[in-house]
């Protein structure tokens, strides 16, 4: 049996998190993204920030991310 393969069609808040999640679980996740969300995560992985403000927690998830569902 194959691997549940898990894409995530569009970075705005909502599914940013949920990707950040599901990659930090260990779990390999792919996304559709476009324009400027699109080549900061190419550049520099899907970054979370939680916590306060003033000190928050950052984390860096790297994924596979295109804007053409094709190659995904």
Known sequence: ??????CIAGLGAGGGLIAARIAGSGRPVSALARGENLRR???????????????PQKSVAQLQVSDDPHEL
């Open 41 to 55: 995560v190419r550049e520099h992985g899907l970054v979370l920030l939680e916590g306060p403000a003033a000190s």
């Open 1 to 6: 049996m194959s691997e549940l393969k898990i």
